[in-house]
Every structure is written in structure tokens, then in C-alpha cells.
């Protein structure tokens, strides 16, 4: 299919993709009881929102967005498992559309609905979209931070409102996850790399980090003052970094650690394979000819220039 006709038929496409998505988030919600963390969960989110805020910044090392969004969700609607669960797969599907935006600003439509769909299908996206913690919202906010960051790289004269959203995204996204700042970090890191060719946004990108941490300052706070060391030794089941974790974190991610290991290593194999031909095969597309003609969206030139290439930099880095 060439990319005339799939633009006209995009919309469409993107309709099924985000059907299929809601499908595989909503089919079994209540299938399982709540176990141990989505209870911790429903406890807190059924408290008032100064108790959560308060309970949260002492018990727990991260942030009580979810839970204040969940509390509002749970007065509305109720606290069965489908309910609480289901907020979790709303943000799932709204991801879903984020995503194709992203790979739509970043590239072009057709990287956009591929996107969109390996997301819709992902099995490591739908457990976490069918499950009451906060890891569905944080992929959300994770995409909206870097979608209002790529609107502002796009366009020669970036509008006021972006740079808004993107403030609102980024503190949204630190007060859901503490790891929120590893993504603000991979943007500060690609802006400082490629600092002469954004020079124009310079002051306003830095005004959106200045602000969101005064924003966030005081979780921070918070943090520094009333967390115990118990609640800091809480991250004490996150394994050392080692060759095997990373192997095991693709297979998680791919999909693979729920099948029969033989044909997953296959699975994983060929995960790093097609990963390294788009990296490899940037430079061939390239040259078929680049729709994006804003400032700074050149196509790269060789290997060498694929992977310095900004926009392929960025990928990497985030």
C-alpha cells in the first residue's frame, strides 16, 4: 500500500486499531480478584484526597496522582474489579491514539498507525491496562510529554499552548512516577546534544523544566522530609542491571515470556533483529523522499548518519 493511499484510509484504519485496542483492554476485566498492590490501590484511592496525599507521601515512594484520579473514578462509578480496573484501561486506549500522533509528528502516518497497532496488540501494554496501578496513566503522560515536546521541535514558530501542555504533561507525569523524570531526562539530554539546532526554543524549553520543578518541589519536599527508610527500601525488588535482566525485560515486553520458551527466544530474536534493520534501513527511506519539511527534519545520510540523526537520537535516548 503506498503512502497516498494509506493517508486517505487512516482515519479509518486508526478507528479499527483503537476498536481492537479497547477490546483486548476491556475483555476480562473482572475475571480475577484484586491482588495484593491493585487492593493497596483501592485503600488509598477510597480515602479523602488529603489522607491520600498525606498517607502516600509517607507509605509510599511514589506520587498520588493515580490514586486521587482513582478515588474520583470510584465515587462516580463504583469500586467492583471491571470499574477500578477499567480506569486503567481507558488511559490504555487513549495511548493508543497518542502513540500513533507521536510516530505521526516524529516520522509520518503510516510510522503513526504502525505504531498505534504494535501497541494495540502489545500483551505487556494490555496486562498493565487491565490492572488498578498507575503504570497505564504513566505510559499515557509519558506519550503526551514527548508528543508536545515533538510539536515544539516540528514548527518554526511553536505556539504558546504547547509549551503550556507540555508544562501541564511533565508535572502530570513526575506526580504520577517517580521514573516520570528518567523521560524529562532523555528530552533535557537529546535538547542539550542537539542544542544548536533548537536554539531558537532554548529559553522556552528551559523555562518548561525551571517550572515543572517548581511544581513538583513539593513531592520532593515531601519526600526528603516524612519518607522513612522503610519506604525508600520499597524499591529493594528491582533486580542489579545484568545482561540476563535486559534479555528478560525485552522478553517481557515482546511478549515472550508468556509462550512456550523456544518459540519466545525465537520471538525475542526476532525483536532485536527488526529493531536493528530500522535503524539500518533509516537512511534507504530517507532517500525515498522525506514529507517532513519543517525546520531540523532532515533525512540523515549513511548508517553513521541514521543514528546521530536527531530524530532517531531521540528514539534512542528515550
Not at 485503600?43 to 498517607?55: F, H, M, R
Request: aromatic share 14%; with cysteine.
Amino acid at each position: 500500500m503506498n503512502l497516498q493511499r494509506l493517508a486517505s484510509k487512516a482515519p479509518w484504519l486508526l478507528l479499527a486499531i483503537i476498536a481492537l485496542a479497547a477490546s483486548l483492554r476491556l475483555f476480562g476485566l473482572d475475571m480475577e480478584s484484586f491482588w495484593g498492590d491493585e487492593v493497596f490501590s483501592v485503600v488509598w484511592a477510597d480515602a479523602d484526597p488529603i489522607t491520600i496525599i498525606k498517607s502516600t507521601a509517607i507509605t509510599e515512594p511514589h506520587p498520588p496522582l493515580y490514586y486521587l484520579l482513582l478515588h474520583y473514578w470510584m465515587t462516580l462509578f463504583g469500586d467492583s474489579e471491571a470499574v477500578v480496573r477499567s480506569l486503567s484501561a481507558l488511559f490504555g486506549v487513549i495511548s493508543v491514539l497518542l502513540i500513533y500522533r507521536v510516530g505521526s509528528v516524529i516520522y509520518d502516518r503510516k510510522v503513526g498507525l504502525i505504531a498505534s497497532f504494535l501497541l494495540a496488540v502489545s500483551a505487556f501494554a494490555i496486562q498493565y491496562s487491565q490492572e488498578a496501578r498507575a503504570y497505564s496513566l504513566f505510559l499515557l503522560l509519558t506519550l503526551a510529554s514527548f508528543l508536545f515536546f515533538l510539536l515544539l521541535l516540528k514548527t518554526d514558530k511553536p505556539r504558546k499552548t504547547h509549551f503550556a501542555l507540555y508544562t501541564i504533561a511533565n508535572a502530570l507525569l513526575c506526580y504520577t512516577h517517580l521514573f516520570g523524570i528518567l523521560a524529562i531526562g532523555s528530552q533535557v539530554l537529546y535538547f542539550l546534544l542537539f542544542r544548536r539546532r533548537w536554539a531558537h526554543l532554548r529559553a522556552g524549553f528551559w523555562a518548561v523544566q525551571a517550572i515543572t520543578l517548581v511544581l513538583f518541589s513539593p513531592w520532593i519536599y515531601a519526600l526528603a522530609t516524612y519518607a522513612s527508610q522503610e519506604t525508600l527500601s520499597s524499591l529493594d525488588w528491582i533486580d542489579e542491571p545484568s545482561l540476563r535482566l535486559v534479555v528478560r525485560t525485552i522478553a517481557e515486553l515482546s511478549g515472550a515470556w508468556h509462550l512456550w520458551r523456544p518459540l519466545g527466544v525465537v520471538l525475542v530474536v526476532a525483536v532485536l533483529l527488526l529493531g536493528t534493520a530500522g535503524i539500518l534501513l533509516v537512511p534507504k527511506a530517507a532517500q525515498r523522499g522525506d514529507s517532513s519539511r519543517s525546520r531540523g527534519w532532515r533525512p540523515p545520510v549513511g548508517w553513521a548518519g541514521a543514528v546521530a540523526e536527531h530524530r532517531t537520537a531521540l528514539l534512542l535516548m528515550w
